[in-house]
């Protein structure tokens, strides 16, 4: 634990002034208090699918209110404003000062503490995951947030054909096919943690062919939609008429795909869905496989585990999951899943880019400077 220092910095934040226009906010931190520790930004991920809602104010947020009471929003009561100062969640840090004695100054954390340049944490309320000395820090923007979601999502799937007997991450896919729909982050994590976890065959399913290359540079079965789910019947087989896949991992936010993934399952099987739908689902078609096969669909989110297993799994658990998988597949993660990195200060310019350009892209990284 480092000796109190009466210091005062600037800390900067990335976010967005107004519809289209990203911007730089700031404000002033002072001493650090008792028990809390002091981050330096070393890398923080963009995750365009969620961000980028902002910046085209499509964002539900921007439209209505949240009501946690009643788990319901309320519309025409916005519950965010623009300017929109902090956005983000995937950072990896290093500790600059520590007032607690699990942290000390040098530490490499992952943590979800947003596009800022600096922060002040409270380890006792925060998830703060130290970095072994194996993996590469670039690599720690995933350990907090988005490797435990998409953790979360094989946790669900498990859980689907378990119950709560699982006992660790995957018991539920070993020895079975999985079929992954959207090569973003999120479904080529999960499709990652399913092959860890021992399925016997791993698809994932995109439009994309950059995506899908990426993929396949990763060991893993790439198709387009229409081809997996076609794959899927005709290849996962359990007799009789009874096809297709048991769980369906769902990471894209198209209503397309979402019925793509239905298409695939055999029947009375689940899509375990992870996708944000902040445009709708109005070319969901529930009239057909839904309800002839008497299909589930569960959503699984990273602020709710399975029921049952709330108390053998939390977040953290999750985090170590995706540290023992950046463990073992590190450099392949990094080589085929980061494909832009930019200085901190260009991205406002870059996002701009983004929008306009729309360039083929994985994983955005902002990086601060030295």
Not at 25 to 43: I, N, Q, T
């Amino acid at each position: 634990m480092s000796e109190h220092r009466p210091e005062h910095r600037h800390v900067r934040s990335l976010g967005v002034e107004r519809p289209g226009q990203a911007y730089f906010a700031g404000y002033d931190e002072g001493p650090l208090p008792e028990h809390l520790v002091r981050l330096d930004l070393l890398y923080t991920g963009f995750s365009a699918g969620t961000e980028l809602t902002f910046v085209k104010n499509t964002n539900p947020y921007l439209h209505s209110r949240w009501d946690a009471g009643r788990g319901v929003f309320v519309g025409g009561e916005a519950s965010a404003h623009f300017p929109v100062p902090f956005l983000g969640y995937m950072e990896c840090a290093r500790v600059s000062e520590s007032r607690t004695y699990d942290y000390t100054p040098g530490d490499v954390v992952g943590a979800t503490f947003g596009h800022k340049t600096g922060h002040t944490a409270d380890p006792f309320h925060e998830l703060l995951v130290k970095l072994p000395a194996d993996v590469d820090p670039i690599l720690g923007i995933y350990v907090a947030q988005m490797g435990p979601i998409a953790a979360n999502g094989i946790l669900h799937a498990d859980a689907e054909l378990l119950g709560p007997n699982v006992v660790g991450l995957g018991d539920g896919v070993r020895g079975r096919p999985a079929l992954v729909i959207g090569a973003g982050i999120v479904g080529m994590l999960t499709a990652l943690f399913a092959q860890a976890a021992g399925a016997s065959e791993v698809v994932i399913a995109d439009p994309s062919p950059f995506r899908r290359l990426r993929a396949e540079c990763l060991g893993l079965t790439a198709m387009t939609e229409d081809e997996a789910w076609a794959h899927a019947k005709a290849r996962w087989h359990h007799g009789g008429d009874d096809r297709g896949a048991d769980v369906v991992f769902q990471t894209r936010a198209d209503a397309a795909s979402l019925h793509a993934a239905m298409r695939a399952l055999r029947p009375q099987g689940t899509v375990i869905d992870l996708a944000f739908y902040q445009g709708g689902a109005d070319r969901l078609r529930l009239g057909e496989e839904f309800h002839h096969n008497g299909l589930n669909l569960r959503c699984a989110q990273i602020n709710r585990v399975p029921r049952g297993l709330a108390q053998q799994w939390d977040r953290r658990r999750l985090a170590n999951e995706t540290v023992k998988l950046l463990q073992a597949r590190g450099d392949e993660i990094k080589a085929q899943l980061i494909t832009h990195v930019v200085p901190y200060d260009d991205a406002p310019a870059f996002i701009d880019r983004l929008v306009r350009e729309r360039p083929e892209f994985l994983q955005i990284v902002f990086k601060a400077g030295d």
